[in-house]
Structure formats: structure tokens, C-alpha cells
């Protein structure tokens, strides 16, 4: 790990002031380390300066006093899958929440640090391997060991997002809440995430420099809404997605009203599918329902040498995810 | 007559004693004139030495729990890892990120310049010759700024043409590992006419094509060594090894010292799997540096350099043409085998493994590569055979119509405890109520249950190679010691309860020492030879030690020497009339101040060898992700003489889990065209963790009645993942012939993917 300097802001203004000081050198912001530390111990990131946003107060709010669900960037992992309001009325992310790596990382890694977490593609986590993500010039998944890159979304490079967390808030219609020196901006998360085809293949996000996400924001779900974050991994214990569904449905009397439909680990971002939400509107939620989602959610996709599994293994998913919302 | 102790009394070297054994008559044949007649001999009256019988033994083939588990779970418990020494630097290593590479630039002035950085060794400055090959090392005064320093060599390498791929390294003009190529000459066995003939003639005949990945050892605890030498005429080394004595040796000749001048510690260690017998170049590293320097030195591998280069199970591909008659038995076996090792030959065991056929032929080759040379590994290349082999004796008795169970008894040993293991392993896992037994179940649903099983067998014999000591103190304390070492398989532990069983003590009353060199002579940890290597050493220390002290309390108490016992409750004396106990600690206090100490060796009547084992899994399988989740295993092994029924059962289980592991998740991933492995750490190497740990079911065969002590360690770990495949077929028709199972290969075989 290179060398850097800690320094401890007690406002966001401050932090935002010291990641924005170029003269002081490059600089990374710290919520929970559980990505950025992996990162720096890789030379994959090599600040100058970290910026722990830990030392600012306020920052880890979990309130849904107001019917909506408002949730600072620092609130960590395990308390969002304890709380009660949001396991009852939010329960894809609860679930999300829950399935991430182990108890341990949960009770560290914080929501902020779970959305703008680096990608897990074996290339782009290999020093050794200067791919395209890293400023190089070529994604070496295209023609390399590719079985767990994006089957959707695909190219320039094909990593996929790794969050639990982001499909099940994209399910959700969370905003997510942005803060810099030219102000404050609040988007839905689904724009907060750029596929590398439309900007930027070094980075995930529309985050830039000196810019703190200091909120997420989940609206009050209308009456007779369900959702749930169903994920599938290699390994039973901690582990990231093969494929991912979170799905948001709201039932009047027995049929579908509105859904939303987010799919994880098979594209560069969180990949919403609104071809197939609109599918189920109108509908009973049964098994041909839910079929002709799982095929509409999957039409396009393009999967590379090693990873045409993907399709029926999500296609299952998200089966499976609508029904038990019918349940 | 109450046996009161005389504390002052004259008493004779009780060591001398023991190592003169009086004379004895004994009657032998001979032959004279062509006829056998008894005389009689005289030979030295040592007492022969046996294992009590099983249902009398008091503290041994019962459960012990471990004596060093506290100070593990504690902490208390020094690593090599731990060793902190005044003085001390730490040394890190730089390896070659390529296959094989030309070394166009090393930065050694910019890394002298680091912060604290104290040395800097070029290894090899030139070119490399594999993934993982050290180049360079830099010692400083903290572990971070040895690896700053490595960074500021700043290395440059050009690659040159490499080989680590099957396709790669079999084609002609491939580069080459040895000047005669990669493919080595093929090693046969059998008769390919006679084979080929006999599979023409079998009415049911299947071919398939089987491969399994490199397997890393994954020790939690690296490689790697703590250097104490700071000049002068005398060296420590704290060394994570499988032979203490022979690291000790290694030690010796790089530091140049007399052999006899340094000495090897490893109190504990985090494994060692068969990859941990020598020095290797960290060892030599950290003894040049040390010798350079004069100070301690510190050099543990990163993980990632673990992964490079510290060997592992080598991988292979087999193709297998098997054929059987209606009834079920194998008529002939052809097989084509390449093994994968990287630099070394790779190692596999020979087909039909443990089953026979009328016919077999066998051609076996290694295909070198520029990866780390294959080492032993639990069991070494038995895994290798054992699940292609399990595979296609299911895929012969799908295709007869013949029940799992059936057809590996039918070509198994009629007399061999297979056949009991089988009854056993199939009661145990539910094979009677079981729904598929001549075909495999449907994929339907989301939870397909499967079963399947697979035997193994290993030796497991000792030799005489051990030399312990067993010291009795005057207060009374106790002390069993041998130079050996423990892998975390229990010798401390029975070591100290084979004494305890001995005397009546509790195990907590001795104390066993090990892991260092000063100490008796011991076998290098490999191939399950250990404890039965050292388990009779230490029951000969105990007897002669407990034979000592009875001719020390007789002299003493003026009884007869031979009517001693040494019980629970105290010593008792079965010529005196309504004996009373003597208590331990008072008959110790008759010794001199020397004590009492008794040497022991290997004595072969003690030891026994071969063992057979049977596994069935149980298994889950979602045909509509491919999860495949393992519920249930179930082991049946002999192990001859149980010493510590707890450390048994502990053995298998670790056993199955490792080859849980080799079935559904482990393996090293190489990019062929990058040359490098994209799985070097323990997040991206899958090895099970708590979750994926099934049900276990570990069953000691306790039908085998040998009184003799054999090593268990690598038969639990053989056939399970056969057992596994076989299980993932029988759920759903999922057949995977290569390792891992995972879920895309599983989806792959139901034809799901298109
Ligand atoms: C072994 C392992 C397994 C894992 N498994 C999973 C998994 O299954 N699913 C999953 O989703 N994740 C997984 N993770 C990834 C991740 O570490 C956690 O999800 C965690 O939530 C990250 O949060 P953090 O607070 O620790 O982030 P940090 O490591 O502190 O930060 C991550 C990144 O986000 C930036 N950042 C953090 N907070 C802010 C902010 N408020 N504003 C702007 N930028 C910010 C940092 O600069 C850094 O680049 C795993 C990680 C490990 C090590």
C-alpha cells in the first residue's frame, strides 16, 4: 500500500474542501475501507490523502419518520438489514442488505462505500493486468476468462456492478443525493450509474472529483406494494452475485399495477428492465406472468465466450423473485 | 500391606536398567538334517511390548480433546507467523508476474534508498523460468517497508513464450519447459490388445473424458521462516514445517554452520498438506540474508505469492473407455492420462484405483509447464484417479441397469471391508429409501436430491525413525518428547496420552513436547507415516519407563519387581496382600534428582498398515441455477488401533471437507495468454466455508480389529469428490466431467444453456 495522509473532517464542507485541494495531491474518501482498502493494498488506488468521512457527525441517519426512507451515505449494512421499518416496508433492500459478504463486513461496510464500490472483474483486481478499466487498452475479459462479466450492457469493458445493494434500490425508485462545491444534486440511482459505452470506462459512476453522496432517498411504497432482492452466488458463504433480481410489484385486487424490475452482476450497471415491467402490468402474477418477464428481461442479451449461463440462471431469478411477490 | 514410600532410600540408575536388559530362554525351530526340531535360545529379555486390549484401554480409543486447543483457540499459541525477535527485520519476496520472462530492469539502488530498507538480494537478475519464480527479495525494518521496497525496484520484464495450458504445451513446437519438450514419455501398464479385445466383447461399453483443475494446498499459515542468527556459532530457525529435523539440516548447510549448532522450533503450524517438507527458496532467502546481516530475519510469503509458488496438487485429463458384463463386472479398462504439474511430473494414481478388471490397459504422460512444480498433496494423486474412476463406474452401471451400491461390490474385493463399508455408507445416507437407483431423477423443481458414493485406500505403515523420551520428575510431573511435529492432526496429544494411559494419569498430567530439533529423531510428516512412526516409539518409552520405575519402587519398597500396576486411583502391588494405593506423586518423591527417563523406538508389532474407506454424499441440486449443495456426506474407515476417537473423526472430516472443496468450488484459474492466475487469494479461490459445511457423518470401521497404530489422514480425503459428482448425476442427469461442479457447468450438462 502506498503511503498517504488520514485526515479527519468534522463537516462535509471541510471534506469536500480537502478532496478538492489538488495542490495537496489526489485524494480518496473512507467510509467503512471494506472496497477502498482492498483497492489500495492492490495499488489499484494510491491516494495521497484519505479523507475519512467517518470523523463527520450526522451522516448515518436511518429515518423513515416522514413515510419516505432517507438513509445517509455512512449508515453501515448490518442496520439497515436489522431495522424494522425498512424489512417491513422496503424488504428488497432489507434482503439486499443481508446478502452482502459476511457479518463481519456488514457491520463495517456502510450503504455510500456498497454503491460506489469498484468492480470485482478478475482483471481489473489484478495488478498485473492492465486492462481498459485501469486506463489501459484493453478489456481482457472480452476474449479471456469472462464467466463472470456482463452478458447485458456490454462494451467497451464488461464488468458487472458489483452492489447488492443498487438493483434492489433501483427496484425501489430511490434517489440518491450527491453533494460538491458547485452544490447539491439529486438524481434517481439508475442515473447515477454511466454504462462505459456512454462515458468514462475507468469509472462507474457519474461521481466526480471532490463530490460526496450524502444521502439515499427510497419514496414511501404505494399501498399494496412487495419486493424482494433475490441473489445467486457461487458459494454459500460470503460471496458476490452470479445474477441478481430485485423487484418491486404493486398488487390491486390480484393484479400487477406497477412493477419494477432491476437486474445485478449482468451488466456494467444495475440493469433496470422496463420492457419487462410492462409485461406484468394488468396482469395476474402467475407463472406465464412471470415467464414471459424473464424472457423479455433477458431479449438482447449478448453473453461472451464463458458466460451464456447467465441467461437461464437469471431468467430463473427473476421467475422465482415475481412469484414469491404473488405469494 | 500399605505401600509407604522411603524417600531416602538407596536408589540404582534407574536409566541403566533399562537399556540392560537381563537374558531369557526361549524355545525356536531349527532345522537339523533337513528336520525341524525345537531348541532353545537365549535372547534378551526385553518385555514385549503390546497395545492393552481395546475394551481395558482407559484414556486411548476414547475421545481426547486436543491438549493444544486452548492455547489455539486462545492465541496463546506461537506461529511461525508470531515470532517477534529483538533486532528483527522482515524480509519479502518478488516473484515473476510471467511465465517465463526476460529481466530487463531491477531498480536495486532505488529500493536501498527506501526507508529502512536494510538489504537487497537479486535472486536471479536474468530471465525467470515460470508464474511465481523468485527474482528479488529486500529486507527492512518493517514488514511495510519491505514491500516499499520491493515496489521501488521497479521491475521490468519481457516476456518470452510460455506454456501453461494443456493446448499450449502439447502442440508441436510449443516452448518448452525441458529440452526434450513438454510431453513426457508415456508410462504404460497392461495389455492394449488384450484390453481393446476385451471391451469389443462387452455387451455395455462407455467413454468419457474427465479433467480436474490444480488444487492449491491453501495452508492458512504461508510458507515461510523466522531466521535467528546474529553471527557467532549458533542459529535458531522457527520454521511452519512438516520435518523440523530436516528444515534444522537445510538451515545448517546455508548458513554455513555445523548442523549440530542450529536448531528448528515449530510449536505450531497452519498447515502443511504435503507442500511443506523443505526450506524452499524463502528459507534460503532468509538464511542468505541473515548471514549477511546478522540479524533475525522475518520472511513469511504474501498470500499471492503462496498461491504461485508453493506448489499444489497437479491437474490432469483423463480419457477413460471402460466396458462391464450384464452383471455388473468391469471387463476391461483403457485409459489415456496426461498429468498437469508445471515443472514436475504431476502424480496420479494408477486405473482401475482400487476396483480390478479382467483387462486394462494404461498410458500416462506429463505435460510440463512454466507453472510451480506439483507437490505432495494429501493423498498425492489419488483424488486425481478416484473421481474419474467413481464417475465411470456410475456411468457403466447406468447404462447395465445395475444399482450403484451393487456394481462396486461386485468389482470389488469379495473379502476387502469395501464391502461392509458400502452396507454401511448406504445405511448412513438413505440409499434403501432412495428413489433413483438404476437411473438418474429428473430435473424438475427446484431441489433434486442425489446420492452417490466412492472408496479409496491408503497405507499409512510407520518405520523406525522415532526416537522419544519419556521423563518422570520427582514432583511427580511428567514429560513425553519427540523432535516430530504437529500438523493439527493431535500428535501432541496422543503423545502425551499414550504415557498418561501407561501410568494411570490423567492426559493433563503429562506434557508433551515436540517441534524441536534438540529433541529425539522423527519422521518427516508426510504420507500419513507419522503416528505410526512415533505412536509405538512413545508406547516403548512409556513401557520401559513404567517397567524402570516399577524395578526402581520394588528395590525401594523390597517387593517383587513384576507386581506392579499403575492405576487411576495410585500404584498398586498385586503380591501384597489388600493392597493400598500409593499416590503418584509419593512414588515419584523415591526418585533421584534426576529422575527417571526411558528411551523408546519404533517397535513394528505396534504399528499396522492399510486402510480402506467408503464415502456417500448427499446432495441438493436447483436445475434452475445449477447450485449444487451438498447435505449430507458420510465416511466408514478402518484405522486400525484407535488412539483418539475424537482426533479420528476430526481427520475424516477434514478430509471430506477438502474434497468438498476440490468437488464444487477450488481450483487455480490461469489466463493462457496473460499468463498470470486470476485467483492468487482467498476471496476469489473458493475453498468451503462454514455455510457449505454438509452434515457429517464420520464412522470409525471399528470391524477392523488390528492392535497396531495407523496414520489416517489421507484416505477421508480420496473419494469424495467422486462421491459428490456422482451425487450432482444422480439428482438430475447432470453429468459433469470436469472439477469444479459449479453452477455454469452444471446448467451447461442439463442443456440449459444455448
Ligand atoms: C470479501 C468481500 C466480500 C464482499 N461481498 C460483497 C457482496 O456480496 N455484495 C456487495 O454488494 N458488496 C460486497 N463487498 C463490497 C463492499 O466492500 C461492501 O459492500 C461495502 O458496503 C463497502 O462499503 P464501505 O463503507 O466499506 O466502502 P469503502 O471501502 O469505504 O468505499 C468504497 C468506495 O466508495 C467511495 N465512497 C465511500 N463512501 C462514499 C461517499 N459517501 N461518497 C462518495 N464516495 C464514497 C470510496 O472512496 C471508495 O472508492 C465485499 C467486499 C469484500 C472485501
Redesign the pocket.
Known sequence: MKSFRLVNPTTLDEAIDFASDRAAGSS???????????EMKEHLSGPDRVVN?KSIPGLDALDSSGGSLRIG??TT?SRIERDAAVRAHWTALAEAAH???SPQ?RT???I???L???PRCWYYRLEEANCLKKGGTECFSYGGLNKYNAILGGGPTYIVH????APALVALGAEIVLRSKSGERRMPLEKFYVLPADGDVTKETV?ADG???TEIVVPKPAAGTRSTYVKFKERES????LSAVGASVVLEGGKVAAARLCLGAVAPVPWRVERAEKVLVGRVLDETAAREAANEALRGAEPLSQNAYKVPLTKTLVERALLALAR | MALEPIPSAPILSTREDAQAPKKKKIKTTKVVNGVDTEVEIEVDDVPTVAWPERSKLRVLNHDIPRVDGPDKVSGAARYTHDVRLPGMVYAQILVSPLPRAKVVKLDVEAARKVKGVVHVLVIQGESTGWLGDPVAAVAAETLEAAQDGLRALAPKFEALPWSVDHETATKSGAPAVTKNGNLGKPETDGDETKARAALQASPTRVKATYQVPIQHHACLETHGVVVDYRGGTEATVYCSTQYTHGFAAEAAEVLGLPASSVTGINEHMGGGFGSKFGMDKQGQVACQIAKELKRPVHLMLGRREEFLMSGNRSGGIQTIEAGCEADGKFTGFLVQAFKHGGLGRGSLAALPYCYSAAEHYRSVQSVRMHLDANRAMRAPGSPQASFPMESIVDELAYAAGIDLVAIRKRNLPRDASWQRQLDRAAREIGWADHPHKTKPGPALGTECIGIGFGVSAWGGGGADECEVEVRIERDGSVVTACGSQDLGTGTRTYMAAITAEEFGLPVAAVAARLGNSRLGNSVASGGSVTTASLAPAVKDAAAKARVAFATHLAAVLGLPGDGFRFEPEGILHDGAKAPTAMSWKKACGTLPAEGLRANGRWVESLASRGVNCTQAARVAVDPGTGRVLVLHMVCVQEVGLPLNRLALRSQIQGGMIQALGYAISEGRVIDPVLGIQLNPNF?DYKVPHALEIPRMTAIIDDEDTRQGVIGVGEPPVIPGAGAIANAVHNACGARVRELPITPDKVLQALGKVV
Open positions: 480518496k474518501f473512507l467510509a467503512g475501507g471494506q472496497d477502498l482498502l482492498t468521512l451515505a455512512l449494512l446478502s452482502v459478504a463486513i463495517c461496510g456502510t455510500g462505500g456498497n460506489c464500490q469498484r458489483p452492489s447488492d445493494l461521481l463530490e460526496i453522496v460470503y460471496d458476490f452475485a | 476471496e
